[in-house]
C-alpha cells in the first residue's frame, strides 16, 4: 500500500476515536456516526461483567434510565435514556463476543461497543452509534446530539470499572 | 490428605459451613441435607483434591455448588422483605405465641438487637443474585480472598470483584434507605419494635447505644456502616448465640412467607 494512502487511514481513524474520552461526530446525508474511546485500567471482564448486566445499569451510568432485558445474543432489550427519557428503545442485541465486542440496534440504528485488551492492565474502550438510512434527513434535526452523553457514557464506565478493579483484595 | 485427615478438617470448619449454607438457604433442615450431602461427596471426590487450594476452600466449593443446585429453581427474595414478614406476622397469632414460648422456654431463647441485625441481613441478602449473595458471604462474613472466592465459584478474579462490588453497593442502598438504626427517615424499625415485645423491662436506646454500627450512624461513610454491620454478622453463629432458638423461629417464618409471596 502506498504511504499515503496509509496516513490517510490514520488519520481516518484518529479522527473517528479523537482524544481520549472525548466524542466525535461525523455527520453525513443519511446518517450519522458518534464514536467514543478511552482507556481504562481494569480487566475487561470488568467492563464486559458492566456492560452486560442490564439491572445494574443505571447504578452505574449516569445516562441510562433503565436497561430491561437480558444482554445476551439475540436477546431484545428495553432502554431508557437520558437524552429522550419518554420515549423507550426496543433493541436487539446482535452481536456479542464476550469480553471483546457488543452490538445492539433497531431498523434506524445501532450502536457497538469494543474492548481491547492492551499492555499494564489497560483496556481500551470504543463506542460507536450510527443511525441513519434513506429517512434520516427528515428526522435527523429532531435528533439530539450525541455527544456529551457518549462522553459521559465513558467516563462512568471508566470511574466504576476502575473502582471495582481497585477494590478489596 | 486421607479420609481421617478429611473429617477432621472438616470437623473443624462445620460450623462455618452450617452458619454460610442457612444464610443462603435460610432453611435448618436444608442446611443440615446440604452440609451432610457436603461431607459426604468430599469423601467420595476425595482423590481429586490435589492441594491446589485450602481443603477449606476446597469443601466450601463443594456446599455452595450443592446449595446453587438446591436454589436455581427459587426466586429470589425482595428488598422490602422484612416489611412483607411483618405483615404477615402480624396477621398470624401463632407465630407469636410460639415466639413468646421460645423466649420463656428456651435458653436460646433471648432477644438481641445485634442478632436480629444479623437476622435482617440474612433476609435482605436474599435479594441479590445468588452468586452475589454467595461472594459477599464468603469475603465479608467468611474471610475468603478474593482468588479463594474464585476458586469456590469458578469464576475469575475480575468477575468476583464486580459481583463483590455491585452487591456490596446495592446493600448500602437497601440499608441506607430502609433502616433506621443508621438513618433517622429509614422506614424499618423492627428490631427496635421486637426488642419492645421481647424485653419489655429493657430500655432500648440504652441497648442501641451500645452498638458501635448505631453510634457511628451519623458518619456520612456509608461503606464504613456496612463494615460495622458486617462485623456484627460475623461475630454472630445463628446456630449458637443465646438467641439463636428465637431467630430460627423467625427465619423458618419469613422463608415460609417469602415463597408464599412468591408463587
Known amino acids: 500500500m502506498k504511504p499515503f494512502l496509509i496516513i490517510l487511514m490514520l488519520m481516518s481513524t484518529s479522527n473517528l476515536f479523537a482524544q481520549d474520552g472525548k466524542a466525535t461526530t461525523i455527520k453525513k446525508t443519511f446518517n450519522r456516526q458518534t464514536s467514543v474511546s478511552l482507556d481504562i485500567q481494569a480487566d475487561p471482564a470488568i467492563i464486559w461483567a458492566l456492560l452486560t448486566n442490564a439491572s445494574d445499569f443505571s447504578r452505574w451510568n449516569s445516562t441510562v434510565i433503565s436497561i430491561e432485558g437480558n444482554i445476551a445474543k439475540g436477546e431484545k432489550i428495553k432502554l431508557k435514556s437520558t437524552l429522550d427519557p419518554e420515549r423507550t428503545f426496543k433493541l436487539k442485541v446482535k452481536e456479542f463476543e464476550a469480553e471483546k465486542k457488543l452490538v445492539w440496534g433497531d431498523g434506524k440504528g445501532k450502536r457497538e461497543y469494543t474492548l481491547q485488551e492492551k499492555e499494564g492492565g489497560i483496556t481500551r474502550f470504543f463506542m460507536t452509534e450510527k443511525i441513519g438510512g434513506l429517512m434520516f434527513p427528515l428526522y435527523a434535526g429532531f435528533i439530539p446530539p450525541f455527544d456529551e452523553a457518549f462522553e459521559q457514557f465513558a467516563a462512568d464506565l471508566k470511574r466504576e470499572a476502575e473502582l471495582i478493579q481497585k477494590g478489596k483484595q | ?263
Open chain 2, 1 to 263: 490428605m486421607n479420609e481421617t485427615q478429611l473429617n477432621e478438617e472438616f470437623e473443624k470448619i462445620r460450623p462455618q459451613l452450617k452458619s454460610y449454607i442457612l444464610r443462603i438457604t435460610t432453611s435448618v433442615q436444608d442446611t443440615e441435607d446440604i452440609v451432610q450431602d457436603t461431607w459426604l461427596k468430599a469423601n467420595d471426590k476425595l482423590h481429586t483434591f490435589k492441594g491446589e487450594s485450602s481443603i477449606k476452600t476446597w469443601i466450601f466449593a463443594i456446599a455452595s455448588n450443592l446449595a446453587k443446585d438446591h436454589l436455581r429453581s427459587k426466586k429470589r427474595w425482595v428488598e422490602n422483605v422484612t416489611d412483607i414478614c411483618k405483615e404477615a406476622a402480624l396477621g398470624n397469632p401463632q407465630f407469636f405465641q410460639e415466639a413468646m414460648n421460645i423466649r420463656m422456654n428456651s435458653p436460646q431463647g433471648n432477644f438481641e438487637i445485634k442478632e436480629h441485625i444479623a437476622f435482617c441481613f440474612t433476609c435482605v441478602s436474599k435479594s441479590l443474585p445468588l452468586e452475589q449473595q454467595i461472594c459477599l458471604l464468603l469475603k465479608e462474613v467468611y474471610d475468603f480472598a478474593n482468588s479463594e472466592i474464585a476458586i469456590i465459584m469458578d469464576k475469575t478474579v475480575a468477575m468476583v470483584k464486580y459481583y463483590l462490588h455491585t452487591s456490596r453497593a446495592k446493600m448500602i442502598q437497601i440499608f441506607d434507605g430502609r433502616c433506621s438504626l443508621i438513618n433517622q427517615e429509614g422506614i424499618c424499625h423492627q428490631c427496635t419494635e421486637l426488642n419492645g415485645i421481647f424485653n419489655p423491662k429493657q430500655k432500648t436506646q440504652e441497648e442501641l447505644i451500645k452498638i458501635q454500627m448505631v453510634k457511628s450512624a451519623d458518619n456520612p461513610d456509608k461503606e464504613y456502616l456496612f463494615e460495622l454491620r458486617m462485623d456484627i454478622v460475623k461475630g454472630l453463629d445463628p446456630f449458637e448465640s443465646g438467641a439463636a432458638a428465637l431467630q430460627l423461629h423467625h427465619l423458618e417464618h419469613n422463608r415460609k412467607v417469602m415463597e408464599d409471596y412468591l408463587k
